[in-house]
T-cell receptor, first 114, second 116 residues
Framework: SQQGEEDPQALSIQEGENATMNCSYK?????LQWYRQNSGRGLVHLILIRSNEREKHSGRLRVTLDTSKKSSSLLITASRAADTASYFC??????????????FGKGTLLTVNP | EPEVTQTPSHQVTQMGQEVILRCVPI?????FYWYRQILGQKVEFLVS????????KSEIFDDQFSVERPDGSNFTLKIRSTKLEDSAMYFC??????????????FGPGTRLTVL
């Protein structure tokens, strides 16, 4: 898979359920960030997890990072219709001097049905 | 809460014309970025900028592209001679730190560029 690939590509759940999205990457990273994008709109920063962290929480969001498997997951608990959006993970690599750019995946389209 | 702003929200131009996309990063941020997203595709890195010079650029960022920080607040992306394939949403981002990892990058709402 490419750097920062999310799965599933699409996820449809009912309001109140939990949503889990996964991200895999290929190279060593400094940080991994999750973003949300409503249709046709900008990217909203959700959470950053550093390579030496394993889990991080922010409100209803829980992010895990497994550097040995080069993967991360984003869990949204007690989902709401307003959580409907595309979710992207983005990584910045430690190698090749690429300390500055983020590499994004294709995203998971989450639909929360009321 | 401070945010990144971008103008215009939508720009329509004819092929071959020059366009300038404008961004005002968050005021105490030191690192600035441009990304683009072609409809239905991934967000792609274009360029990063720090201390009044380009830190890194992608293969997309060819001689037709340039960036500038003309004053203490604005950060601009210029496309000298637009092509049809430049049609995309262009996002500006900024971060407070950059070394050893980009830190949290905060994105603006984007400028949708349509080249006819």
């Amino acid at each position: 898979s490419q750097q920062g690939e999310e799965d599933p590509q699409a996820l449809s759940i009912q309001e109140g359920e939990n949503a889990t999205m996964n991200c895999s990457y290929k190279t060593s990273i400094n940080n991994l960030q999750w973003y949300r994008q409503n249709s046709g709109r900008g990217l909203v920063h959700l959470i950053l997890i550093r390579s030496n962290e394993r889990e991080k929480h922010s409100g209803r969001l829980r992010v895990t990072l497994d550097t040995s498997k080069k993967s991360s997951s984003l869990l949204i608990t007690a989902s709401r219709a307003a959580d409907t959006a595309s979710y992207f993970c983005a990584t910045d690599a430690t190698s090749g001097g690429s300390n500055y750019k983020l590499t994004f995946g294709k995203g998971t389209l989450l639909t929360v049905n009321p | 809460e401070p945010e990144v702003t971008q103008t215009p929200s939508h720009q329509v131009t004819q092929m071959g014309q020059e366009v300038i996309l404008r961004c005002v990063p968050i005021s105490n941020h030191l690192y600035f970025y441009w990304y683009r997203q072609i409809l239905g595709q991934k967000v792609e890195f274009l360029v990063s900028f720090y201390n009044n010079e380009i830190s890194e650029k992608s293969e997309i960022f060819d001689d037709q592209f340039s960036v500038e920080r003309p004053d203490g607040s604005n950060f601009t992306l210029k496309i000298r001679s637009t092509k049809l394939e430049d049609s995309a949403m262009y996002f500006c981002a900024s971060s407070r730190t950059g070394w050893g990892g980009s830190g949290e990058q905060f994105f603006g709402p984007g400028t949708r560029l349509t080249v006819l």
